[in-house]
């Protein structure tokens, strides 16, 4: 099997599994579904399919979603997108759109999963009040909305960064240095 020689390797496995769950479709999940999440559970696999999209396998009998794509040691901001395509094939399965990226960019590059338990709620909820404020109050017009969605997502990330329980003085530090006036503001009010 590819997933016992290449424990760290990255893995796209694409195929169909006849099997239905509710996490890629939204039937419930049968027996094989069962044993296909126990399969992505015990290795640790992502679970690429959209439950929202329209079925991998259509025949005159029925629809279903039995084609998966799984990833291993890939990041979701690595997958750009995943589509089926409702064309006509010469089979009753579907076309499976899967485009992945590993080129970085500044998205990709700021992008990290943060879970709430490791975070300051309050200081979070207040810091992304303020950032919200600032930006429903901002005039953006169609020339500049990408710089306001980089703006936005870049004050965001440094808000979660900032707002963690676990970490040093000395990077929330560094961190609001470079941080836009949203976040200086901060820490002048919490300064004595």
Same mark, same amino acid.
């Given at each position: 099997?590819?997933?016992?020689?290449? %424990?760290?390797?990255?893995?796209?496995?694409?195929?169909?599994?006849?099997?239905?769950?509710?996490?890629?479709?939204?039937?419930?999940?049968?027996?094989?579904? *069962?044993?296909?999440?126990?399969?992505?559970?015990? $290795?640790?696999?992502?679970?690429?399919?959209?439950?929202?999209?329209?079925?991998?396998?259509?025949?005159?009998?029925?629809?279903?979603?039995?084609?998966?794509?799984?990833?291993?040691?890939?990041?979701?901001?690595?997958?750009?997108? $995943?589509?089926?395509?409702?064309?006509?094939?010469?089979? %009753?399965?579907?076309?499976?759109?899967?485009?992945?990226?590993?080129?970085?960019?500044?998205?990709?590059?700021?992008?990290?999963?943060?879970?709430?338990? %490791?975070? !300051?709620?309050?200081?979070?909820?207040?810091?992304?009040?303020?950032?919200?404020?600032?930006?429903?109050?901002?005039?953006?017009?169609?020339?500049?909305?990408?710089?306001?969605?980089?703006?936005?997502?870049?004050?965001?990330?440094?808000?979660?960064?900032?707002?963690?329980?676990?970490?040093? *003085?000395?990077?929330?530090? !560094?961190?609001?240095?470079?941080?836009?006036?949203?976040?200086?503001?901060?820490?002048?009010?919490?300064?004595?």
């Amino acid at each position: 099997m590819i997933l016992n020689n290449n %424990d760290n390797d990255r893995t796209i496995t694409m195929g169909d599994f006849n099997s239905k769950s509710n996490v890629w479709s939204p039937r419930e999940t049968d027996r094989r579904g *069962e044993e296909a999440l126990n399969f992505i559970s015990r $290795w640790n696999i992502s679970v690429v399919n959209d439950p929202n999209s329209i079925p991998t396998h259509s025949c005159t009998k029925r629809e279903s979603s039995v084609d998966l794509t799984l990833t291993r040691n890939i990041d979701d901001r690595h997958i750009r997108e $995943w589509k089926v395509l409702d064309q006509e094939t010469l089979r %009753d399965h579907r076309l499976i759109l899967t485009e992945v990226n590993f080129q970085k960019n500044e998205r990709t590059e700021l992008r990290k999963i943060l879970k709430l338990q %490791d975070m !300051k709620i309050l200081d979070f909820k207040t810091d992304l009040k303020e950032l919200i404020n600032t930006f429903s109050e901002a005039d953006i017009t169609n020339e500049i909305q990408e710089d306001y969605i980089d703006k936005f997502y870049e004050g965001f990330y440094l808000i979660c960064e900032i707002d963690q329980k676990n970490i040093s *003085e000395n990077k929330r530090k !560094k961190m609001q240095s470079r941080a836009n006036p949203i976040l200086k503001s901060r820490e002048e009010k919490s300064e004595p």
